[in-house]
């Protein structure tokens, strides 16, 4: 019952531009949806959103299948560790009994060895509502295998909008990746280090007092103008993160990258809502310039950013090719302050890898 395309240039284009948000209970499961854009003209605001979610519900046409695009998000799904989720099989009125079979054998096809194998395909039609109360059912129950995330953990709320409104002043949005924020808390806007104040908070139009990890949460902040925030910065717990430029991660390459992924190579990398630039570093006994992490293959390397990020360990990133972009490989932070590393330290450096994955 929510049209999440917002913009007027996604109404008069009739396809999804940007993030797009809605919400729905359903029994005793809140879901806070994040629509994202299927053209692979806006892969990169897709990232923005894929990053925060738990679940993820697959998205294929009937009377297309499996689209180019489909695979791309699909194994960006995968590559951020997504546990779980199911597929909605739409536009069924649309098709005879044969291109539906034809379609959910190209989803089964898609899906085999994943950790979407064996989950619900859902026939649905939006227009007649066939199959959208089992799809509520299958969401329900894919949500409650979902184990709680890290309340424990330092406030983390990567920004996906800011705007201004009217009586209240600058306001950000976001998923909520850990910890809990509350309201008259001193917080900061990293990675510039930015003091703010947390005036109020919402989730989902409804103001509160503290939020809980996973949630979307509407921050209304004070100290800082809305035209000085960007995607991609962070609302922090005071005092408790640093910047960096550099930070040591294990690599998984696409089996689908076009060619392997080389020290010196100039890459995106999303990680949390932020796109930024990187050089690669690979760690092996050489840190050549022909080092190199092969397709379908994982490795070692430092990310050597162009500009400033935040990131802790365990966190999970996606990289993709600087031209043309596409999806090539993704990984997991190691050490999100690190230090250049040199060829004679090269057994030290590995032992402490390895040592900080086996913690991951």
């Given amino acids: 019952g929510v049209d999440a395309d917002r913009l007027p240039d996604e109404k008069r284009r009739g396809i999804t531009i940007d993030l797009g948000f809605a919400e729905m209970t359903f029994g005793d499961v809140h879901f806070g949806f994040v629509d994202v854009p299927g053209h692979e ?17 697959l998205v294929v046409a009937a009377d297309e299948g499996v689209m180019p695009q489909t695979r791309e998000h699909f194994e960006i799904c995968r590559l951020l560790k997504i546990k779980t989720g199911l ?14 079979e034809l379609a959910r054998a190209d989803v089964h096809d898609l ?68 910890g809990s ?3 008259d808390t001193s917080v900061e806007l990293m990675p510039d280090g930015i003091p703010v104040r947390v005036r109020g908070l919402q989730t989902h139009g409804r103001s509160t007092d503290a939020t809980q990890p996973g949630q979307r949460v ?9 035209a000085d925030i960007s995607r991609g910065m962070e609302v922090v717990e005071a005092g408790r993160l640093r910047q960096t430029q550099a930070i040591d991660v294990e690599i998984e390459m696409l089996r689908s990258s076009p060619k392997p992924l080389r020290s010196r190579q100039r890459v995106r990398v999303h990680i949390g809502t932020a796109e930024v630039l990187a050089r690669i570093q690979v760690i092996d006994q050489s840190f050549s310039a022909s080092a190199e992490i092969l397709q379908g293959s994982t490795g070692y390397a430092q990310l050597r950013l162009e500009t400033p990020i935040v990131a802790v360990p365990e966190e999970r990133f996606v990289i993709r090719s600087y031209s043309p972009a596409m999806t090539i490989g993704g990984g997991v932070v190691i050490e999100p302050l690190a230090k250049r590393h040199r060829i004679k330290d090269f057994g030290i450096v590995m032992h402490e890898l390895e040592i900080g994955r086996a913690h991951v």
């Fill in 41 to 57: 003209r806006f892969v990169r605001n897709m990232l923005a959103g894929a990053s925060g979610i738990d679940v993820v519900l």
């Fill in 87 to 100: 597929v909605a099989l739409t536009k069924v009125d649309l098709v005879d009994l044969e291109t539906l």
């Fill in 111 to 178: 899906v085999s060895g994943s950790f979407l194998e064996g989950k619900p395909v859902v026939p649905v039609s939006a227009r007649t509502d066939l199959g959208l109360e089992r799809l509520r059912i299958e969401l329900a129950a894919a949500a409650k295998e979902q184990r709680e995330r890290n309340w424990t953990q330092v406030a983390r709320l990567p920004v996906d909008r800011s705007f201004t409104l009217k009586g209240h002043g600058t306001v950000v949005t976001g998923t909520l990746a850990s």
């Fill in 181 to 183: 924020l509350t309201k």
């Fill in 218 to 226: 509407a921050v209304n902040l004070a100290g800082i103008d809305h």
